[in-house]
């Protein structure tokens, strides 16, 4: 009974699933805007080529 109380007692299991899904929110939104980032610089040099492309005719 001793053990199973001590069990239910510690808490170092539960800080560290805390501290992991707070990496892994920080991820998430990390890549959210990497990705959103990325679209948007995929357009803007896009645009760029485009208007580097008719310049010359």
């Not at 699933?17 to 939104?29: F, R, T």
């Not at 990325?38 to 896009?46: C, D, R």
């Amino acid at each position: 009974m001793t053990l199973i109380n001590r069990f239910l007692a510690d808490q170092s299991g539960a800080t560290a699933i805390e501290y992991g899904l707070i990496a892994a929110g920080i991820s998430v939104a990390i890549i959210t805007v990497v990705n959103t980032l990325g679209t948007q610089l995929t357009n803007t040099f896009t645009t760029i080529s485009t208007k580097l492309g008719t310049a010359g005719n």
